[in-house]
């Protein structure tokens, strides 16, 4: 489970790479606490640590909306499954469903194996052996699906297909961050015996957004006053997140 995590950090750090133009020149080596280190010629090191956002402050949905997650998780599964059947790639797929159409469940199957054959003729046309990303959006996808985002990287040797959202919808959002940040500074003052140079905290959330965005909270200038002992804290929201 331990080297499943760290193939999706691989996968989310080269994602925000692709992202951040500024993102630092160096050698970047996965590690253990931070989740990385990047290396720079002038012997100077960067720990980056990542984190998911955690909603803690996420809405309540109504019994109607949670059956139709499950639908929408039930998709999801089997359109992992018959893609499997057919591809060997390995790839991080997040899907955003429509709020103005519903998932009936007879149509479920049907629309899997759509969503399946969709994804599998963009992923052919692709070179697995690279990192690459692909956004698909209507009219290519079933009208029960907004968008859907597909990342690839050749490391990865397992796969992880997920609804958007699926860890609910903050309603306090900056609530969610401070206190992300108030459990990283706490293993921050571990890292430091590292004695490294600089550290980054880097937040993903599930919050889907147009594009790709980050969010750079520099300590003590950001409008919220996040307080924290790292150097830079980068708040990113996917296309899919």
């Excluded at 109504?62 to 059947?85: A, P």
């Excluded at 108030?182 to 890292?191: F, W």
């Amino acid at each position: 489970m331990q080297a499943n995590k760290k193939q999706l950090e691989i996968l989310l750090i080269e994602y925000f790479r692709t992202c951040f133009s500024d993102f630092p020149k160096g050698m970047l080596v996965p590690s253990e606490s931070p989740d990385f280190i990047v290396h720079f010629k002038n012997h100077h090191r960067l720990g980056i640590e990542l984190t998911r956002l955690n909603p803690a402050n996420a809405e309540s949905i109504s019994v109607l909306q949670s059956e139709q997650q499950k639908s929408e998780d039930n998709v999801v599964s089997i359109s992992k499954t018959v893609f499997e059947s057919q591809s060997a790639a390995k790839l991080f797929v997040k899907f955003l469903f429509s709020k103005k159409y519903t998932i009936e469940k007879q149509r479920e199957m049907a629309l899997a194996v759509r969503l399946s054959s969709v994804i599998r003729q963009k992923v052919n046309k692709m070179n697995c052996n690279s990192f690459f990303t692909i956004h698909l959006s209507r009219p290519e996808l079933p009208v029960e699906i907004d968008k859907v985002l597909i990342i690839n990287h050749p490391g990865m040797s397992m796969s992880v297909w997920e609804r958007s959202n699926n860890l609910g919808v903050s309603v306090d959002v900056v609530d969610d961050i401070r206190s992300s940040i108030v459990k990283k500074d706490e293993k921050l003052r571990i890292y430091q015996k590292q004695r490294l140079n600089y550290y980054w905290l880097l937040i993903f959330t599930l919050i889907w957004q147009k594009r790709c965005k980050t969010i750079i909270l520099i300590p003590g200038f950001s409008m919220y006053f996040f307080s924290t002992l790292s150097n830079q804290v980068f708040f990113n929201w996917f296309d899919t997140f």
